[in-house]
């Protein structure tokens, strides 16, 4: 377990991460089973953190936010965690209603409910929006879960560049984007003991459709398997084992049907923090600069957690009932690099059709720079 320690010290020094896309992903179950939210509203002063005072009206705006994540779930509880934020910022003129869990729709249905107003925020994933959006589509490059959104958003966001095509792309399609969301890193939960990729190949590989192409070009047995299956999966032996987010590792005890686990430290961004465009219109210039506030802050807020609580935990909770190893090394990189150029490859074609692949190159380029940037310091 050397190897692990020494890679755990570095996270923890550091840094942390995961991507998503089709492939290595995973951020939480999505079930429809736990009804909607209820979290609390909380309220707080006119003097508020997102910059002054603020004058709340008579009449309150109430908001649907969605999410097929389970609360307990990095991107569920990041929308929760902004949410609340806004609630609190504009002293409950700004109210939400939870349907977390898949309660609203399926995740293919996501971004199209965003679009046609059915929802008024969610976190879409990448690929759901890929015909509309192919910009959007990055690769991860392999960074750590904090620098991996800090690239992706980089991109949309800061670069003086590529932000502007983005934008323009996301406001075509009818939505407003504040973000990615922080990635989660994959753990790859085995039935029997495994300490490398290679250990796994002839066995039978669980992932949900969107994820298959990775590990089909690492000459893996991909077996479709959505992750809401993957417990009874993984204990009849339909699969041997199953790659999902460790977050849902953890939430869905998947590491009780396993004698080990890999761990894949690298990610990048993941959901997409947005808003249907109408619906942001709807709001003041003060009312979009908490949103929009609020949505850093949470960023900043989950990375921290991410890093300080959440991996430690999810680690020790695994290794407690299973041997866990983090892939690292040149396994690691040749995996990082088939997952990059699988990720691109399958949304270039995306990009020709909407007529911007120049751009799609130049959004690629300009975050694999930006990617090497962050690694070197």
Known sequence: MSRKNSLVKKLLAGAVC???????????????????????????SAENEAGGSYNKSDASLVLKVGSTFNEGSILCDSLEHMCQLIEEKTNGDIQFERYYGGTLYTLPEEFSYLQ?????????????????MPLWQIGANGTTASKGVDVFNYIANEDETTS?????????????PFGYNIGDYNVIVCRSE????????????????????????????????????????????VVDCFAAGISSVSSMKLYETGESCLVLPATGGTG??????????????DQQKIFTEAYEETISWMKERYENELLPSYEKELSDACTLTYIEGDELEKLIDVKTETTISQYEQAAEIA?????????QNTAKEYAEKLNAE
């Open 116 to 132: 046609q107003g059915a929802v008024d925020m969610a976190s879409p994933m990448q690929g759901i929006a890929s015909q509309v």
């Open 18 to 44: 995961v991507s998503m896309i089709g492939a290595m992903v995973g951020c939480g179950t999505t079930t429809a089973d736990s009804g909607n939210s209820s979290a609390g509203t909380n309220t707080s």
């Open 164 to 176: 502007p095509l983005l934008q323009a792309e996301a406001e075509a399609a009818g939505v407003h």
């Open 272 to 285: 997409i923090c947005m808003m249907n465009e109408a619906s942001w219109q709807k709001l003041s210039e």
């Open 355 to 363: 007529g911007v692949s120049d751009d799609y190159e130049l959004v």
């Open 194 to 237: 495994a300490s490398s990729m290679e250990d796994l190949k002839g066995r039978a590989f669980g992932i949900p459709a969107q994820g298959a192409a990775v590990y089909e070009a690492m000459g893996l047995n991909v077996v479709t398997c959505e992750t809401a299956d993957a417990y009874e999966s993984l204990s009849r032996g």
